[in-house]
């Protein structure tokens, strides 16, 4: 699983300085979405309110996860013309039901086409490329690892462990790493060394193969 120190070691200067501010926190930061209005319409959380009260009818029940979740909206009569996508790190949001046209993401079982009315499916994501399709527009992400969780109602939810765009990368340091850990791997000796430089030829492999896709 390929991680944030790994990518950040290939980015720009100029940009990944940009995201990280005085303080060391990283710009964008997603906070906690502790102010969503509480639906309760789930009926086994309807069930444990009514529960709560039989047996202490004088406390307020305690809130539940289900509290602070909104309601997904109800698969549409007919197959709407826009995808809308959330696609989330664990420091920051890239994007927030955003309307677009596709998205293709790198599945374990090969590259996946998201459309508006595609079937419902939970897809592992592999290390690759991923690009989100807006009318002419294309922007692209290399990510690392992480699911796609494609909704019956046009909506699909991308969580990736860490993703960047493809134009902050540097190439040349991509190549470079390239030739280093495949050098690495032909003088190695030991079970461990050749391990380490596998990961690093396949790491710098998917990403300067991003490049041309």
Same mark, same amino acid.
């Given at each position: 699983?390929l991680?944030?120190?790994? $990518?950040?070691?290939?980015?720009? +200067?100029? *940009?990944?300085?940009?995201?990280?501010?005085?303080?060391?926190?990283?710009?964008?930061?997603r906070?906690?979405?502790?102010?969503? +209005?509480? %639906?309760a /319409?789930?009926?086994a959380? &309807?069930d444990?309110?009514?529960?709560?009260?039989k047996?202490? +009818?004088?406390s307020?029940?305690? !809130?539940t996860?289900? /509290?602070f #979740?909104?309601?997904?909206?109800?698969?549409p009569?007919?197959?709407? /013309? !826009?995808? %809308?996508?959330?696609?989330?790190?664990?420091y &920051?949001?890239?994007?927030?039901?955003?309307?677009?046209d596709?998205?293709?993401v790198?599945?374990?079982?090969? &590259? #996946?086409?998201? $459309?508006p009315?595609? *079937?419902?499916?939970?897809?592992?994501l592999? +290390?690759?490329l991923?690009s989100?399709h807006e009318?002419?527009? *294309?922007? !692209?992400?290399?990510?690392?690892?992480?699911?796609?969780f494609?909704?019956?109602?046009?909506?699909?939810d991308?969580?990736?462990?860490?993703?960047?765009p493809?134009?902050?990368?540097?190439?040349?340091?991509?190549q470079k790493g390239?030739?280093?850990? /495949?050098?690495? $791997?032909?003088?190695?000796?030991?079970?461990?060394? !050749?391990a380490?430089? &596998?990961?690093? *030829?396949?790491?710098?492999?998917?990403l300067?193969a991003?490049?041309?896709g």
């Open positions: 699983m991680g944030r120190r790994a $990518l950040c070691s290939l980015l720009k +200067p100029a *940009v990944f300085s940009a995201r990280v501010g005085a303080s060391g926190a990283v710009a964008g930061r906070g906690f979405a502790d102010n969503t +209005p509480a %639906t /319409t789930d009926a959380h &309807q444990f309110i009514a529960a709560w009260r047996v202490a +009818p004088n307020e029940p305690p !809130k996860p289900l /509290t #979740m909104k309601a997904r909206p109800v698969v009569g007919s197959i709407p /013309t !826009k995808l %809308t996508v959330n696609f989330v790190l664990p &920051q949001s890239e994007l927030t039901s955003k309307e677009v596709m998205v293709i790198p599945a374990t079982t090969g &590259q #996946m086409g998201i $459309l009315g595609h *079937v419902a499916t939970i897809a592992e592999k +290390p690759g991923m989100v009318g002419s527009d *294309v922007t !692209k992400y290399f990510v690392s690892s992480g699911f796609a494609i909704h019956a109602n046009s909506y699909t991308i969580i990736a462990v860490e993703a960047v493809l134009d902050r990368i540097d190439r040349e340091q991509v390239l030739a280093e850990y /495949t050098q690495k $791997l032909s003088a190695a000796s030991t079970d461990l060394e !050749k380490e430089a &596998q990961i690093g *030829v396949e790491f710098h492999s998917t300067n991003a490049f041309s």
